[in-house]
């Protein structure tokens, strides 16, 4: 069965809601290097990032070269955290605008190379709200929460499925706009080849005049 336009970006939205919008990874990071990720955010989503550096040895203090330098920007190069020589630190804010946002980490160079082990946990959306803090000051039980977890990923739905219309009409367009360019670019070339055309019969005919053999 063919599912229709509407229903396709019904389930794309379902599927982009209902999957964790989380990124919760470790990672390692040189001295002297970057390393940066990516995550797509649409206007007024909330983002929430914890970062931390791994102690390999615990109950120990980590040495004074253990340090991170952490930036998040977004896709206008507008800077939304930054944070320099830390051992730990979070971020949270509602992105003001659509587009991909970055989160880079580095160290800076030391002789000898120090690797660091980073945990970083950045999630956007309705897996970014704190629903146990939640619970604490509306003092709800079970239920509640679970009927605001359901109305914020409606709401997350309803705007997920206008996000993606414009989206496809976007597209739309762009294959309309591009159509007309190649429609026109066709009956140009078509208009040149037979203009060559007719200036080389034109040749032909005034060379062999002039050579008398017509």
Same mark, same amino acid.
């Given at each position: 069965?063919?599912?229709? *336009?509407?229903?396709?970006? !019904?389930?794309?939205?379902?599927?982009?809601?209902?999957?964790?919008?989380?990124?919760?990874?470790?990672?390692?990071?040189?001295?002297?290097? @970057?390393?940066? #990720?990516?995550?797509?955010?649409? +206007?007024?989503?909330?983002?929430?990032?914890?970062?931390?550096?791994?102690?390999?040895?615990?109950?120990?203090?980590?040495?004074?070269?253990? %340090?991170? +330098?952490?930036?998040?920007?977004? +896709?206008?190069?507008?800077?939304?955290?930054?944070?320099?020589? =830390?051992?730990?630190?979070?971020?949270?804010?509602?992105?003001?605008?659509?587009?991909?946002?970055?989160?880079?980490?580095? =160290? !800076?160079?030391?002789?000898?190379? #120090?690797?660091?082990?980073?945990?970083?946990?950045? %999630? +956007?959306?309705?897996?970014?709200?704190?629903?146990?803090?939640?619970?604490?000051?509306?003092?709800?039980?079970?239920?509640?929460?679970?009927?605001?977890?359901?109305?914020?990923?409606?709401?997350?739905?309803?705007?997920?499925?206008?996000?993606?219309?414009?989206? &496809? &009409?976007?597209?739309?367009?762009?294959?309309?706009? @591009?159509?007309?360019?190649?429609?026109?670019?066709?009956?140009? *070339?078509?208009?040149?080849?037979?203009?060559?055309?007719?200036?080389?019969?034109?040749?032909?005919?005034?060379?062999?005049?002039? %050579?008398?053999?017509?």
């Amino acid at each position: 069965m063919i599912l229709r *336009s509407s229903q396709l970006l !019904l389930l794309l939205a379902i599927l982009g809601v209902l999957s964790p919008a989380t990124h919760s990874l470790r990672f390692e990071l040189q001295s002297g290097h @970057t390393k940066c #990720i990516a995550e797509d955010m649409k +206007t007024n989503s909330m983002t929430v990032g914890k970062y931390s550096i791994v102690n390999p040895n615990e109950g120990t203090v980590l040495p004074q070269t253990h %340090k991170l +330098t952490v930036r998040v920007t977004s +896709t206008q190069g507008n800077t939304y955290h930054q944070a320099d020589h =830390v051992e730990s630190g979070q971020f949270a804010f509602t992105a003001p605008e659509d587009g991909d946002y970055m989160a880079c980490f580095w =160290v !800076l160079d030391q002789k000898p190379d #120090i690797t660091l082990t980073v945990d970083f946990d950045w %999630k +956007t959306g309705v897996q970014a709200k704190d629903w146990s803090n939640v619970a604490k000051k509306g003092q709800v039980d079970v239920m509640e929460i679970e009927l605001k977890k359901l109305q914020d990923m409606v709401a997350s739905i309803h705007e997920e499925m206008f996000y993606l219309r414009e989206r &496809e &009409e976007e597209m739309q367009e762009l294959n309309r706009s @591009t159509n007309s360019r190649m429609a026109w670019l066709s009956f140009l *070339s078509l208009f040149v080849c037979l203009s060559v055309a007719g200036l080389q019969i034109w040749h032909l005919k005034t060379f062999f005049e002039k %050579k008398k053999l017509i």
